[in-house]
Nanobody
Framework: VQLVESGGGLVQPGGSLRLSCAAS????????MSWYRQAPGQERELVAG????????NYADSVKGRFTISRENAKNTVYLQMNSLKPEDTAIYYC?????????????WGQGTQVTVSS
């Protein structure tokens, strides 16, 4: 099982980035997908989530209206479009896959990609 994030980097305030997470080794279309982030000295927090079919999404209040999560099941990939970036969005962003089947939870984490918002 692998979740490989890409697309992070350094961007100025007000700029945009699109993160990608490529999945392999499991049935991607059966899993809900999420993006989490962790800033230095902070706990990991949920940024956005999307259901397995992509029919429903949810966002942290701090990113609503600025970030958009989407997925392409044919490509086993989930995205996070980040617009109007702020310095407080600086963090390591992690991709997370999860499902519950027959009462058992299956979940996987990516290795993370750094996003730095600074002038």
């Amino acid at each position: 099982v692998q979740l490989v994030e890409s697309g992070g980097g350094l961007v100025q305030p007000g700029g945009s980035l699109r993160l990608s997470c490529a999945a392999s080794g499991f049935t991607f279309s059966s899993y809900g997908m999420s993006w989490y982030r962790q800033a230095p000295g902070q706990e990991r927090e949920l940024v956005a989530g999307i259901t397995s079919a992509g029919s429903s999404t949810n966002y942290a209040d701090s990113v609503k209206g600025r970030f958009t999560i989407s997925r392409e099941n044919a490509k086993n990939t989930v995205y996070l479009q980040m617009n109007s970036l702020k310095p407080e969005d600086t963090a390591i962003y992690y991709c997370y896959a999860a499902r519950t089947r027959w009462g058992r939870r299956y979940d996987y984490w990516g290795q993370g990609t750094q996003v730095t918002v600074s002038s």
